[in-house]
């Protein structure tokens, strides 16, 4: 550890070594005075371990490594010192007044960070009790922060997956991976459960995925747990490197999972959308049997939105672990322009999905069934009616994100907060790439209305849609939802009474563009198809005042049908 931490480093980034608190304050230090050497050093930090005799501790050695942001100002060597001073003080290393505590240094080689090293035999010869020194460790760097004004992480809660060990992402770098092999089982398996009709099922998936799937099986013969491993990932036996699903994250645990699955989804694969009108026995919406299994997932996030704002907490932090399996399911079926931008979504979203509120399991299984639609009904593109539909559930998400991260800000679970908001910034980025075509189609399809029915459809949204600021007026998502409304109205419904049911279903504060939100949710309400139709309205088409060609449906009815 001394050799590493006064020597060049794997790259010769190590600059000008030297101590900046030490436990006494007259450890030598080989990095500033040329008479001390490293043995010397070694010796001093190694006096109460020798001291201690047979058989020797193991694992005498702690190290921590304090970095500072890389925006933040550089702190001097007595400010670090203190820091270093102030976090062995927290972890119980060298408690303030205490004479027998153990022996420390800080050691400065970059002007970011410093690493702590100690050697945790007390002075009384007995071994420090360091249980919980990472919690106190962040607990402590958070009021330093605060204290020397400087950028404030978020609080932990325990509920975070485990990280990656420096050691696994030195192997991810040595071997040119993009990223340590744990973080991409992770993914795999959450990928596989999202969806999943049952336990066996599950484990087929992952098996499907290439992975190698271990089961721990209890002496009764039942499973009582599992673990995977990446067929190319290996030890220096050439044995494969297994993780259990709870190493993983700890809702990916097989107790946990199964809960997931208890409640069950439709293992028909079957979309709401495809079963038909109650009446005419007819498909309701046009398009592929991906888009519709979208159109639906939509819905499904629409209600999670108000579930998420209006039912109990546990209710609905069961709505937030359902639509994680919707964000996969995208990501697996996401084409290579917007893969990795869902998967980035995905990612953060767990974390956001993941808190001490315990959630009720049988409430997410309208997510969980949209989800499995989607898995069953195949590949949709970013052309035409497929697009405008992703489009369509994208936009959802977004909100949903948004309502997700309110929740958490309400209840001070600040890392899920955090994580929500980083969801939803991802969202946006690949909804960016997805709705440019069917918005740009629908926005000229808005700018070459009759003006009569512009006009008309101008007025209702200025009407009901106060929120939309004069910024957006006149706009191409402005154009989008006049051209979605005249749409509407020739398909006999009432464009303000969609309009205003549309607004109503809430969370459109922290939109981006709130006509654009307004396009998908009036698509949907009025079962329209997410691409624009090809014919514009033409001027003698039939106006609002003449009445509708066919009876439209009651608002009431509206909702019952676009929500399933």
């Known amino acids: 550890m001394l050799a590493y931490l006064y020597g060049p ?27 001390a050497t490293l043995k010397q050093l070694e010796q001093a930090l190694d006096l109460r371990v020798n001291q201690r ?28 010192g203190e820091v270093a001073r102030r976090v062995v003080a927290a972890v119980g290393i060298a408690p303030p007044g205490d004479p ?10 970059d002007p970011r960070h410093i690493h702590i090293m100690a050697t945790v035999v007390r002075g009384d010869l007995r071994g420090a009790r360091l249980h919980g020194d990472a919690q106190r460790a962040q607990d402590e760097c958070r009021l330093i922060e605060k204290e020397l004004g400087l950028r ?20 991810a770098e040595r071997l040119g991976r993009p990223e340590p092999m744990r973080l991409q089982l992770r993914d795999r398996v959450r990928q596989a459960v999202a969806g999943a009709a049952d ?5 087929s998936r992952l098996e499907a995925a290439g992975l190698l799937v271990k089961p721990k099986v209890g002496p009764s013969g039942d499973v009582l747990g599992y673990s995977v491993a990446h067929p190319d990932d290996r030890n220096a036996q050439g044995d494969p490197i297994f993780f259990s699903g709870s190493k993983l994250a700890p809702d990916l645990s ?32 046009p398009g592929s049997r991906a888009a519709r299994a979208r159109r639906d997932a939509a819905a499904a996030v629409d209600d999670a939105i108000h579930t998420i704002e209006e ?3 546990e209710e609905a932090a069961a709505q937030l672990v359902g639509a994680i399996e919707i964000i996969d399911v995208l990501a697996v079926r996401a084409p290579a322009d917007t893969r990795a931008q869902l998967l980035s979504a995905a990612r953060a979203f767990e974390r956001a999905s993941r808190s001490h509120v315990r959630a009720e399991r049988a409430d997410n299984r309208a997510v969980r069934a949209a989800a499995r639609q989607m898995l069953s009904s195949g590949y949709a593109g970013n052309r035409s009616e497929d697009g405008g539909v992703t489009a369509m559930l994208l936009s959802a998400l977004i909100l949903l994100a948004i309502a997700s991260a309110r929740w958490h800000s309400a209840r001070s679970h600040a890392q899920q907060a955090a994580a929500a908001s980083a969801a939803a910034e991802q969202l946006r980025a690949a909804y960016a790439t997805v709705a440019a075509r069917p918005m740009a189609a629908m926005a000229a399809r808005g700018r070459s209305l009759p003006s009569p029915v512009r006009d008309r459809q101008d007025a209702v949204i200025r009407a009901k849609l106060p929120e939309a600021g004069a910024g957006e007026s006149g706009g191409s998502d402005w154009d989008a939802l006049a051209a979605t409304l005249a749409e509407a109205e020739a398909a006999g419904h009432d464009p303000a009474a969609l309009l205003e049911e549309a607004r109503n279903r809430r969370e459109l504060g922290t939109a981006d563009s709130v006509t654009a939100v307004m396009v998908w949710r009036v698509r949907r309400i009025a079962q329209l198809s997410a691409a624009p139709s090809a014919k514009p309205e033409q001027p003698g088409a039939r106006t609002r005042n003449e009445g509708p060609a066919a009876p439209a449906p009651a608002p009431g009815r509206q909702a019952r049908n676009s929500r399933h």
């Open 53 to 80: 005799g047979r058989p020797r501790l193991k694992n005498h050695v702690w190290h921590c490594p304090v970095s500072l942001d890389p925006d933040e100002r550089v702190l001097s060597d007595d400010e670090w």
């Open 152 to 171: 404030q992480l978020n609080p932990g809660d325990k509920t975070a997956a485990k990280r990656p060990t420096s050691a696994e992402g030195h192997k």
């Open 311 to 313: 039912g109990s907490e």
């Open 9 to 35: 480093g794997r790259r010769d980034e190590h600059f000008d070594p030297h101590l900046v608190a030490s436990w006494d304050g007259f450890a030598p230090d080989p990095g500033r005075d040329p008479n």
């Open 254 to 285: 097989l107790p946990r999972i199964r809960k997931r699955l208890h409640g069950g989804v439709r293992a028909d694969g079957a979309s709401a959308a495809e079963q038909g009108d109650p009446v005419t026995g007819k498909a309701r919406v």
């Open 100 to 109: 027998d505590g153990c022996r420390w240094i800080a050691v400065r080689h």
């Open 199 to 203: 336990e066996a099922e599950f484990f």
